[in-house]
C-alpha cells in the first residue's frame, strides 16, 4: 500500500468518493491550532482487497514521540483510527490499485511551538513519506516587545 497524508484547513469525503478540502498544503500555524483536517489518500493493490485494514493516524513530537494532551478524562494520546475495507467491483480490471479517501477533522490542540507530523500507519507497518509534517510557531516580539501570537 502507498499512502499520501495533507493537512487542509477543511475537507469531506462525499458519497462519490471525492474529496472537497479548504486550505489544502499549510505546514505553520499557532497554538491552540485551528480545527483542521488531515486528508488520507491510501493506495489499495489488488492482492489487498477484500481484507480489513486498521488505519492509525498519529500526532508526534519533533523526535518522533506520540504527543498527548490533557483532557477532562486526564492525558490522551492524539490519535486517530479508523477501519476500511475496499472491495473488487463488478467489471474492474484484474490488478487493480483502489483509493481509499478519508479526511478526519480535529479540533484545536493546545502544541507547545516545535516541529510535528501526522504519521500514518496501517495494520501495523508504515513507511518514509507516511507522513504530514507541520510546525507550531510561537510568538513573535514586535517592535514595542510585546509578544503576539503567530498567524
Do not use: C
Request: hydrophobic letters at 40%; aromatic letters at 4%; charged letters at 15%.
Amino acid at each position: 500500500m502507498d499512502v499520501v497524508l495533507l493537512l487542509a484547513d477543511a475537507a469531506q469525503v462525499d458519497p462519490a468518493g471525492k474529496i472537497h478540502a479548504l486550505g489544502i498544503g499549510w505546514d505553520q500555524t499557532s497554538s491552540p491550532t485551528a480545527p483542521s483536517a488531515v486528508l488520507v489518500l491510501v493506495q489499495v493493490p489488488w492482492t489487498d482487497t477484500n481484507r480489513k485494514h486498521r488505519l492509525v493516524l498519529q500526532l508526534r513530537d519533533a523526535d518522533g514521540r506520540p504527543v498527548s494532551v490533557t483532557t477532562p478524562v486526564g492525558e490522551q494520546l492524539v490519535a486517530v483510527t479508523a477501519d476500511f475495507e475496499v472491495g473488487r467491483p463488478p467489471g474492474i480490471a484484474p490488478g487493480t490499485v483502489q483509493t481509499v479517501k478519508l479526511a478526519p477533522t480535529i479540533g484545536p490542540l493546545p502544541l507547545a511551538p516545535n516541529r510535528y507530523e501526522w504519521h500514518a500507519e496501517i495494520d501495523g507497518e508504515t513507511q518514509d513519506g507516511w507522513s504530514a509534517p507541520f510546525t507550531v510557531q510561537g510568538p513573535h516580539i514586535t517592535q514595542t516587545g510585546e509578544a503576539s501570537a503567530a498567524s
